[in-house]
């Protein structure tokens, strides 16, 4: 080691020993972290995430926020876009739901270790 810190060579320690994500797969989980990291894109999500049957009205999410129907439906296009939402269409209301595959995405961004145990 110089007296700088640093290993000779240039390396600033002894390296890591993992594999980076691969720049796809953090293409997309940067897309899911975008579509849900806004205020009220989170609150429309835990809304969802606590409904009593799992699934929301889109009119009941603009009263619960106290927001006009279009935001509201913006908002759920990003994060049914981004796989975090389902929708299903139902006369004329569209109704959505937390889609478990993509909450399933951000734990694991969120808390990666125990996935790697579970592929043990």
């Given at each position: 080691?110089?007296?700088?810190?640093?290993?000779?060579?240039?390396?600033?320690?002894?390296?890591?020993?993992?594999?980076?994500?691969?720049?796809?797969?953090?293409?997309?989980?940067?897309?899911?972290?975008?579509?849900?990291?806004?205020?009220?894109?989170?609150?429309?999500?835990?809304?969802l995430?606590?409904?009593?049957d799992?699934?929301?009205?889109?009119?009941?999410?603009?009263?619960s926020l106290?927001?006009r129907?279009?935001?509201v439906?913006h908002?759920?296009?990003?994060?049914?876009e981004?796989g975090l939402?389902?929708?299903?269409r139902?006369g004329?209301?569209?109704w959505?739901?937390v889609?478990?595959?993509g909450?399933?995405?951000?734990?694991?961004i969120?808390?990666?270790?125990?996935?790697?145990?579970?592929?043990?």
């Amino acid at each position: 080691m110089s007296d700088d810190g640093f290993l000779e060579g240039g390396s600033c320690g002894p390296g890591l020993n993992c594999q980076p994500l691969e720049r796809s797969e953090a293409e997309q989980l940067s897309t899911i972290l975008r579509s849900i990291a806004d205020p009220t894109r989170l609150q429309l999500f835990r809304l969802l995430e606590q409904a009593p049957d799992g699934e929301a009205c889109v009119c009941d999410l603009a009263d619960s926020l106290g927001l006009r129907q279009s935001t509201v439906s913006h908002h759920l296009k990003i994060m049914t876009e981004a796989g975090l939402l389902d929708r299903e269409r139902r006369g004329t209301w569209a109704w959505f739901s937390v889609n478990h595959e993509g909450l399933r995405r951000i734990r694991s961004i969120l808390d990666p270790a125990p996935q790697a145990t579970k592929e043990l």
